[in-house]
C-alpha cells in the first residue's frame, strides 16, 4: 500500500498507467481514476471513481466493501459468489465480473 495523491484517500493500492496517462487507486470502496501525472499547481483536470454497490440475481443483493487483493498487474475484490476484477496493462484498465 502506498499514500495518495488525492487527499480524501487514504492509503490504498495503486497503478499507473502510462500508455493511458492516468493512474488508478483501488481502495476498499472502489477506485478513483485520476491523471498520471498532476498539472502544476496540483488540480485535477479530471476525476473517475467507480464502486460497485449491488447486484441482482434473485432480487438486488447490497455489496459490503471488499479490501483489493494484488497479484501482478491484476486487482481483485471478493464479495461471496461476485468477483469483480481489473487488470492495468499497456491496452488501458480492463474490468470484468464473475458470478459463481
Known sequence: MV???VEELSAGY????RAGEFRTYFTANGLVIIPRQLPDGGALPW???LRLSG???SG?????SAPPVVQENRVDYRRGGLSEW???DEA???QVFRID
Open 92 to 94: 488501458g484498465l480492463k
Open 86 to 88: 481489473y487488470v492495468n
Open 60 to 64: 438486488m443483493q447490497t455489496l459490503l
Open 14 to 17: 495503486q497503478a499507473p498507467n
Open 3 to 5: 499514500t495518495t495523491q
Open 47 to 49: 476525476r473517475l471513481e
Open 55 to 57: 447486484w441482482s440475481g
